[in-house]
Structure formats: structure tokens, C-alpha cells
């Protein structure tokens, strides 16, 4: 699963060598620490000092990286010439638990190109008809842009608060 590989210009003209592909153990680590960095860069402050505990706790959570081994969740990372920029981890082909990309690489498309990518994932392994998020205030434009509709009302759960929506494929 590679999607646009090569050269790039982004909307700000500078050329991007970007690789968008299937994440493996070995990124898992990098992937979790650019999420964990984004989220205090652009979504904490919309959560309580719980709900940043539970984010993290879940984030870092053993269990979690367990979950992707036994093959419960797939990652997709995207690399800038050689260096992780995005990551998205799909539960159970369906569900987009993170999407995260690097606040240097916001607006130049990577988080499009990484739903794409899982959106094409989506309905050739899992023969689904729509994906799922549970979006943080922060990220609900992103999700419209990209086709999302709510699902339901705003839910607040263990400090976090989110929007479920969906994306009909």
C-alpha cells in the first residue's frame, strides 16, 4: 500500500518527497510520538487535564500496540524524505482512531491523502461502505472538508470531548 510516492509540491510550493504506506512495528513508536506531539500542540487545550491523562494513557498503552499486532487496528504513516509527517490507525477497518499530522505539514494535504489511502483500504479489504471517527473539536472542519457527516450529538466521555461522524464510501 504506497500512495503518492515521489516528488510533490505542496500549497505552498515547496517540493515534498512524499510516501504514504502501510506502517509497520518498527514505525510504531515514532508514529505514537508525533500523535502525542500534535495533540498538545493543537487539540489539549480542548481537553480536561482527565481527558489529556486518558489520551495519553490510551496512546501509550501497551495494550494498544498489542491490539495493532494481533491486527485489530492497521497504521498508515506518511514520510517527508525519510521523516514520519502523518499517521492514521484504523480499528477493525472501519473506525479512524488517530489521524495526526504534523503541524509544519498542516494544509498541504496529507491528511487527505492518508483517508484516501484508508478509504481505498476500507473497501477493498473490509468491503465496507463508510468509515467512522470520533472527531475532536479541533479536527471536526478537517473531517467535513474531507466528507464527514455527524453521526450523533456531541458525546463527552472520560474528559474527552468528540464528535462521531461518518464518511459514506
Not at 504514504?20 to 498538545?40: H, N
Not at 487496528?73 to 499517521?87: C, E, K, P, Q, R
Not at 496529507?110 to 461502505?129: D, T
Request: charge should be neutral; aromatic fraction near 14%; glycine fraction near 8%.
Amino acid at each position: 500500500m504506497v500512495l503518492a510516492p515521489g516528488p510533490k509540491k505542496g500549497p505552498d510550493g515547496v517540493i515534498m518527497e512524499l510516501i504514504i504506506r502501510k506502517g509497520y512495528a518498527s514505525d510504531w513508536d515514532d508514529a505514537m510520538e508525533l500523535v502525542w506531539r500534535t495533540f498538545l500542540e493543537f487539540n489539549a487545550a480542548d481537553y480536561s487535564v482527565v481527558g489529556q491523562e486518558n489520551f495519553k494513557k490510551f496512546l501509550f498503552n501497551p495494550e494498544l500496540y498489542q491490539q495493532y499486532v494481533i491486527g485489530n487496528y492497521d497504521l498508515i504513516v506518511a514520510f517527508d524524505s525519510g521523516t514520519m509527517v502523518g499517521t492514521l490507525l484504523l480499528r477493525e477497518n472501519r473506525h479512524i482512531s488517530l489521524l495526526f499530522v504534523d503541524g509544519s505539514y498542516h494544509g498541504k494535504g496529507i491528511g487527505h491523502k492518508l483517508i484516501e489511502c484508508a478509504s481505498k483500504y476500507v473497501r477493498k479489504k473490509g468491503r465496507r461502505f463508510k468509515m467512522s471517527v470520533n472527531a475532536s473539536r479541533y479536527a471536526v472542519p478537517f473531517y467535513k472538508h474531507e466528507g464527514f457527516k455527524e453521526a450523533e450529538i456531541e458525546q463527552f466521555e472520560d474528559g474527552i470531548r468528540y464528535l462521531p461522524m461518518e464518511l459514506k464510501l
